[in-house]
């Protein structure tokens, strides 16, 4: 059984910092690639930056280009995704996602998510 298990979110004013971060635990698996997605109220989910575990190739939504940074905590099976400047708009539920490769059939599967955890940017 695999967990994604998310923490940081709160509430910030415009132009403030948070700093969210998800563990993966279980057994039998090898991480691939870890992210994170938000979903606003009365949207689709959309992704904020990806990262992978081998090579650290990082992707990033344009629209957090240059306030996000996404990158992995000592253990490789924890991700942290560094938010600032925050805006108003970024106000969501962020969700935690991970593709892991089970170690005996070597399959890939991209459906693991965390709980989420809520973003309000508010003054």
């Known amino acids: ?24 635990s279980g057994s039998g698996f090898r991480v691939y690639l870890m992210g994170w997605y938000r979903q606003a109220p009365g949207k689709q989910r959309e992704l904020v930056a ?11 939504a ?3 280009k240059g306030r996000f940074t996404i990158s992995k905590a ?14 108003p708009g970024y106000t969501a539920v962020y969700y935690c996602n991970a593709e892991l490769i089970n170690v005996t059939t070597m399959s890939r599967r991209s459906d693991y998510w965390g ?7 508010s003054s």
Request: hydrophobic share 30%; charged share 10%; with cysteine.
């Open 50 to 60: 990806t990262i992978t575990t081998p090579g650290n190739f990082t992707v990033y």
């Open 1 to 24: 059984q695999v967990q994604l298990v998310e923490s940081g979110g709160g509430l910030v004013q415009p132009g403030g910092s948070l700093r969210l971060s998800c563990a993966a």
């Open 62 to 64: 344009d629209s957090v």
């Open 74 to 87: 000592n253990s490789k099976d924890t991700v942290s995704l560094q938010m600032n400047s925050l805006r």
């Open 115 to 121: 709980q989420g955890t809520q973003v309000t940017v």
